[in-house]
């Protein structure tokens, strides 16, 4: 699976978009991208993922760059309950699932 | 639709005993995962399936055996229990996204 690099951490103000980045520039052809979240003491929760095209969903957008070596994660209108670890992983649609350190994102009031 | 099952949510062993943590989904999906949680840190891949009476080893598999036995169902053993597995568990299964219970906090004293 290919390597994925997100800042450690991040910070957003209560209203405003959060911007979440990934790197992964030794993304194969076959490699999906896909964004979870974990929020303090729970199990992760899957919010989109994407092959080449931008997605949206009613949590968030997925931004892949044309030459698929990165992507943005966003939350349009960031609020408190954001406040979360979110993974990038990259990988092919039938494979195992192995997270990363995760970026720990935290929405200020 | 109960999703993704764990049983025991909390569990404490002494040195030398064993258990079983219990997963069960109802989703009808091949892949089944789980993972272990050290407090502040990443999760981290003990063994996972891809169906029935298929088990494969993830990054941290000592000390522990699966076996996948149904489709539903995913138990994790612990043989000799070590101070060094107090850690959160936490059982997905994915066809596409992932589904994570929510998690089995064990304490080895």
């Known amino acids: 699976d290919a390597k994925t690099t997100q800042p450690t951490s991040m910070d957003c103000a209560e209203g405003r978009a959060a911007n979440l980045p990934c790197n992964h520039s030794?993304?194969?052809?076959?490699?999906?991208v896909y964004w979870y979240r974990q929020i303090h003491s729970q199990g992760p929760q899957y919010i989109i993922h994407g092959l080449k095209n931008n997605e949206t969903n009613e949590m968030a957008s997925l931004i892949i760059t044309e030459d698929r070596k990165s992507s943005t994660l966003i939350l349009p209108h960031a609020t408190l309950r954001d406040t979360a670890v979110y993974y990038c992983?990259?990988?092919?649609?039938?494979?195992?699932?192995?997270f990363g350190q995760g970026t720990r994102l935290t929405i200020n009031p | 639709n109960a999703g993704v099952t764990q049983t025991p949510k909390f569990r404490i062993l002494k040195i030398g005993q064993s258990m079983t943590l219990q997963c069960a989904q109802d989703?009808?999906?091949?892949?089944m995962y789980w993972y272990r949680q050290d407090p502040g840190m990443g999760l981290k891949l003990i063994y996972y399936?891809?169906?029935?009476?298929?088990?494969d080893k993830g990054e941290v598999p000592n000390g522990y055996n699966v076996s996948r036995s149904t489709t539903e169902d995913f138990p994790l053993r612990l043989e000799l229990a070590a101070p060094s597995q107090t850690s959160v568990y936490f059982c997905?299964?994915?066809?596409?996204?992932?589904?994570f219970g929510q998690g089995t906090r064990l304490t080895v004293v």
């Open positions: 989703m009808n999906h091949n892949y």
């Open positions: 997905a299964s994915s066809e596409e996204e992932a589904f």
């Open positions: 992983i990259v990988r092919p649609r039938a494979q195992k699932l192995v």
């Open positions: 030794t993304i194969s052809g076959n490699e999906y």
């Open positions: 399936s891809v169906g029935a009476g298929i088990t």
